[in-house]
């Protein structure tokens, strides 16, 4: 165990550095010059030279990238061009909206893909599962931007249920927190939800049609007893797994939804950061991903072993 | 080639023809792919022609799904949109399938170094979320339809290469792979003979529900100013621009965001009906 | 009983007073500001949020004429080379430091000396300060310059607490920003909010209801009214003109337009880099006929549904420098293809590059249909805000359509876009005798000699036509009935003064 963790993570480094130059050059190459969006509608042209200057940006590509990863190591991940603020203040503000947004949407996507999937084999060969099915590919198949859209102007503008936008930490006002999470997490569930009632309803099939069934079966237990008791605990071994990956997903996912319905999340700061030519902010925030990313998927590997006795002595 | 495999063939088409689900897909692709082809022939107006007078018009008998912001009749904009909607999931694929069906075959063949090398890369690209790589690219090629497919097919590639990557390392050791070595076929021959065909199986399957996410992409790039601008009509752009005219014209953003939600829908049933057949554990 | 009545009359009035004052005022914006620091900011945001933290030397009434702020009044010597401002010596920066006439000199001496102010230029032709007594503040300038009372009413003359300022950490200014207007700065979340609560020590402080000003940032203008109209927001910014008529028809918002100080403009590159030698638009007659075939009252008319006031100058109507001479050209298609015809070319393949936002993409679809009528084949290349500026410093393009948010003074307006040197002159047009005019009317301080100039450099410029200018950008504000006593300024600030919030 100790040993596949070490392993993961000292594959991971070379992942990562390779993370960091993909996106440092990635960005050094868009066009744009972000003095120019710096200087703003004036261009006194002492002042963007004195910008170039201070942000290093006239210095060749390679010595660029060192100097940042110096600045890294030493756990600064530099300053926003636009606002000065420090990204790692930025990402503290931004991280837990997007986390607050994410495990809702997970939230919400385990309470209905989760059952959806176990009716679907249960009931395997019926309407209802034909039904189950169409409705988990659908979610995945809307788009969600649009879903956004049509529940701001049905919920909120006509209906005045939920706010249009914006966000409330929990710890100011839990029930407004909430509310205004409610919508985006509710977009974001239904893609996730659909892989999740998928895969639930695949390995309920494999658990339901397997030995310790029957054998429960004919030893006369109830077939509700048998789909909860014995069927379900297996078939929810590799969910775990699963879910531990959607949620890196999610965090991704997050982009678009926290486009739409304005929440200040890591997903919304990348974008913008992208648009402003935002170099320092791009670069710290694609790192943290990755790190997250890396992690997440580290940790879907313990618990999958973990969760699979079996394996544990492989 | 052998009876079995033809046997297994026919199977797995009678198994397909039998899950309704599928065949459901299928018709929906066959519909929209049909209607983008024809397109000019049922068009009836100009999807380009503005009209100052008939601006965010109902759906009526003169247009039938009402017209735009500029008053372009939205129906014969639905259907050239079609094309481009289709058109970057298609080729998006088909660039993501270039990049990384090869990609994934030398890696899982060559194994040792070879495989070292462009699996951390695939890790890496694959640590960076899908959409913000597409933005970026998009942002670097500049605002196109075709930038944004070469976005969309470069930021989807990391994944068939691990699916082929996988693929090849299951049927790596098999015997008809290492009997072909035995009698001395060169590794071109074994790739393309032997190995590709076995593998091809989960990549259709992951082609199809890609081309899905790609034209979800296509529309997401367009929401957000990135992919086929204006004045040619692209699903995705057109929701972006229908954005703005929720209240005053719902059907603007309505039409097309059905339509991408039907043919995403169809593409990810035929994907499934196709997952369904194709799978060798499900033998029933 | 008298008495218990009015205690309870009192308390009553106390609470009512007590929630007025209690309440949070939320304003929905286009976009995020930058830097909260106005000697190194740059966006229009920021500059409404700094008209409620950060009080200036003078401010600008809806007329656009000077009004005192932290001055109480001022004077030009004969010679227009020193400017001296009597200051008001009740003034508390929200640290509880002293606001005097060194202050004063402190931040006029930042602007002009920090290496990466963006004042610089404005305050050019300041020589030296002197701060001779606590309410005295001298201006010694190198030349008369009539644009510097302007400059003064905006960031130029916003006033910090010195005591913020450290040479060896710039950006501290900024993330808590001490000045000393009516509100005070309370935090800010970059992409989320910036708060301001009320400064008890304001010396107007009466005139200010709301405990708390929030600011919201939604760049989607479609979520930003509908956030107004779910009761989330109470006054935004910047509402879509096709929003209008939906926003006049509901009963529990008011649309309050006001006709802005800038203009919507589409500029020829005539002499920057590769792309201009072959450019159709090199020929005067190509831009005039350009010009013939778009109406601008039908962009005016489907696109911006009766705000977007077609421009012929950059002046706009409000400005005491805008000219009769030059009414708006009408559309005549027949006229541009003859002028075509005479410069020998009539079918002009051209390519129109503008920023990526549906109201510009409208626009740029509409010229496109209309010029092709006069035989222009126009192609479109939208560009994303940030290439953009770098396609037009670099002059990688034939012609564009582009924005200017507008200055208080004319010189703001003209200056930087037409003369040969301008930093904003992105077309390269460069005319001498424009540039002799430009600077003259930069010194004259007589309102009418100094439209007479004007009108001279325009009578060129019209014939030469550099630049087009479409419509006058207007400032579409929307509030909830329930705020009261908000009026738009044309030059987009938000002002708080007298504005309440109904319970």
Redesign the interface.
């Given at each position: 165990m100790l040993k596949l963790i070490l392993n993961r993570i000292l594959?991971a480094i070379?992942?990562?550095l390779?993370?960091s130059v993909?996106?440092f050059t990635?960005?050094k190459?868009?066009?744009g010059d972000p003095v120019l969006t710096l200087a703003g509608e004036e261009r006194d042209p002492v002042v963007l030279q004195y910008l170039r200057d201070k942000y290093h940006l006239d210095d060749p590509l390679p010595v660029q990238y060192g100097a940042w990863v110096m600045q890294v190591i030493q756990g600064d991940l530099g300053k926003s061009l636009r606002t000065d603020v420090p990204v790692t203040t930025l990402i503290a503000q931004k991280l837990p909206v997007t986390l607050q947004l994410a495990s809702m949407a997970m939230l919400f996507a385990l309470l209905i893909g989760i059952p959806a999937g176990i009716i679907a084999a249960v009931r395997k060969g019926t309407y209802i599962e034909?039904g189950a099915?169409?409705v988990a590919?659908?979610g995945?198949?809307?788009?969600?931007?649009?879903l956004g859209?049509?529940l701001i102007?049905l919920v909120s503008?006509q209906w005045q249920l939920l706010p249009a936008s914006g966000y409330v930490p929990p710890g100011q006002d839990l029930w407004l927190s909430l509310k205004t999470m409610v919508m985006p997490a509710f977009v974001l569930s239904t893609a996730i939800a659909a892989y999740l009632m998928r895969h639930t309803r695949s390995s309920m099939l494999e658990a339901l049609s397997a030995d310790y069934v029957r054998t429960a079966r004919a030893k006369g237990v109830s077939p509700r007893g048998v789909v909860l008791h014995h069927a379900l605990r297996n078939a929810l071994m590799p969910i775990v797994t699963l879910v531990t990956l959607l949620f890196g997903e999610l965090?991704?996912?997050a982009?678009?939804t926290e486009?739409v319905f304005t929440i200040p999340g890591f997903?919304k700061l990348?974008?913008d950061a992208?648009?402003n030519r935002d170099y320092a902010v791009?670069q710290g925030v694609?790192l943290v991903?990755?790190v997250g990313?890396?992690f997440m998927n580290l940790l879907a590997d313990v618990l999958y072993v973990l969760v699979n006795p079996r394996l544990r002595h492989a | 080639m052998s009876a079995i495999t033809i046997r297994s063939r026919n199977r797995a088409w009678a198994k397909f023809k039998a899950n309704?689900?599928a065949m459901l897909g299928a018709v929906l692709v066959l519909f929209f792919v049909v209607v983008a082809l024809i397109a000019p022939l049922i068009a009836g107006a100009d999807p380009f022609k503005?009209s100052?007078t008939a601006?965010r018009k109902a759906p009526s008998a003169a247009h039938w799904l009402g017209t735009d912001?500029?008053?372009r009749d939205l129906f014969s904009r639905m259907l050239f949109g079609a094309r481009a909607s289709l058109m970057a999931g298609l080729v998006s694929v088909l660039i993501a399938l270039a990049v990384g069906v090869p990609l994934g075959l030398i890696a899982g063949y060559f194994g040792k170094w070879t495989d070292a090398v462009i699996s951390?890369?695939t890790?890496?690209?694959?640590?960076?979320?899908?959409?913000?790589?597409a933005?970026?690219?998009a942002?670097?090629l500049?605002?196109s339809l075709i930038n944004a497919m070469i976005a969309i097919g470069v930021s989807a590639a990391p994944r068939f290469i691990r699916i082929t990557r996988g693929q090849v390392l299951a049927v790596k050791n098999e015997d008809y792979v290492q009997s072909a070595k035995a009698l001395g076929a060169s590794d071109t021959r074994i790739i393309l003979r032997h190995i590709l065909p076995n593998v091809m199986p989960p990549l259709i399957v992951q082609a199809t529900i890609t081309i899905?996410t790609a034209i979800?992409a296509e529309?997401?790039l367009s929401?957000?100013?990135?992919g086929l601008?204006?004045?040619n009509p692209s699903w995705g752009s057109m929701?972006?621009?229908a954005?703005?005219?929720?209240?005053?014209a719902?059907w603007m953003?309505i039409f097309p965001?059905s339509a991408?939600?039907?043919v995403?829908?169809g593409f990810?049933?035929l994907g499934?009906g196709l997952r369904d057949a194709l799978d060798p554990r499900q033998k029933t | 009983m008298k008495r218990i009545t009015s205690v309870l009359f009192g308390a009553v009035l106390a609470t009512c007073a007590a929630s007025a004052f209690s309440q949070n005022l939320r304003i929905g914006l286009q976009e995020d500001p930058d830097v909260l620091d106005p000697h190194r900011a740059r966006t229009y945001v920021g500059r409404i949020v700094f008209t409620s933290l950060c009080d200036k030397l003078i401010d600008i009434s809806t007329d656009l004429k000077f009004v005192p702020q932290l001055a109480k009044s001022w004077s030009f010597s004969p010679d227009n080379k020193v400017l001296t401002f009597t200051l008001r010596d009740d003034v508390l920066f929200h640290d509880g430091s002293k606001f005097d006439a060194a202050a004063a000199k402190a931040n006029l001496e930042r602007a002009i000396q920090l290496p990466d102010s963006l004042r610089k230029s404005e305050l050019s032709s300041v020589q030296s300060v002197e701060a001779p007594n606590p309410t005295t503040l001298v201006l010694n300038l190198k030349q008369p310059d009539a644009t510097l009372l302007a400059q003064l009413t905006d960031r130029a003359g916003m006033m910090l607490s010195p005591k913020t300022f450290d040479a060896k950490d710039v950006a501290a200014v900024g993330r808590a920003p001490v000045c000393s207007g009516p509100y005070k700065f309370v935090e800010r979340v970059q992409n989320d909010r910036i708060v301001l609560e009320k400064f008890d020590q304001y010396y107007n402080s009466k005139d200010f209801s709301f405990k708390r000003v929030t600011f919201l940032p939604i760049p989607?203008?479609?979520v930003r009214l509908s956030n107004l109209q779910s009761g989330g927001l109470d006054l935004i910014e910047r509402v879509?003109p096709?929003?209008a008529?939906?926003v006049k028809k509901d009963a529990k918002l008011a649309f309050l337009p006001i006709a802005g100080l800038g203009f919507q403009q589409i500029i020829f590159n005539i002499d920057n880099g590769p792309l201009a030698k072959d450019n159709p638009f090199k020929d005067k007659r190509v831009r005039h006929a350009f010009e013939l075939s778009v109406d601008r009252q039908?962009i005016n008319?489907?696109v911006g549904e009766g705000i977007f006031e077609p421009a012929q100058q950059p002046f706009s109507k409000a400005s005491p420098f805008y000219s009769e001479k030059f009414p708006v050209t009408k559309r005549d298609v027949v006229k541009a293809k003859a002028l075509l015809k005479d410069a020998g070319q009539t079918n002009p393949k051209v390519e129109l590059i503008f920023g990526?936002?549906?109201t510009e993409?409208?626009i740029?679809?509409?010229i496109?249909?209309m010029a092709a009528e006069a035989g222009f084949e126009v192609s479109?290349?939208?560009?994303?805000f940030a290439?953009m500026q770098k396609e037009a410093a670099s002059g990688n393009f034939q012609f564009m359509l582009i924005g200017w948010s507008g200055r208080v003074d004319p010189d703001g307006n003209i200056h930087q876009f037409v003369t040969c040197k301008g930093a904003l002159n992105d077309g390269r047009y460069c005319n001498p005798q424009v540039d002799q005019l430009l600077n003259d009317a930069r010194v004259l301080t007589d309102v009418d000699k100094r439209r007479a100039v004007y009108d001279q450099a325009q009578t060129i410029l019209q014939d030469e036509l550099p630049e087009m200018y479409v419509y006058y950008q207007p400032w579409p504000f929307a509030a909830t009935k329930k705020v009261q006593g908000f009026k738009p300024y044309p030059d987009g600030m938000i002002r708080l003064q007298g504005v309440t919030l109904a319970p």
């Open positions: 594959v070379p992942t990562l390779l993370v993909i996106v990635l960005q190459i868009l066009p034909m099915n169409m590919l659908s995945m198949s809307v788009p969600g931007f649009w859209i049509l102007m503008v965090l991704a996912g982009v678009l486009q997903g990348m974008v992208v648009f791009v694609v991903v990755a990313f890396i | 309704r689900l503005t100052f601006i912001e500029l008053g951390r890369f890790e890496a690209a694959l640590a960076i979320p899908f959409l913000i790589l933005i970026a690219l942002a670097f500049g605002p899905a979800i529309a997401s929401f957000l100013g990135l601008q204006p004045p929701l972006n621009t954005k703005n005219f929720m209240s005053q719902p953003s965001g991408i939600f039907l995403v829908l990810n049933l499934d | 989607d203008s479609t879509n096709t929003d008529p939906q039908a008319d489907v990526n936002n549906t993409a409208s740029a679809q509409l496109q249909a479109l290349r939208p560009t994303e290439a």
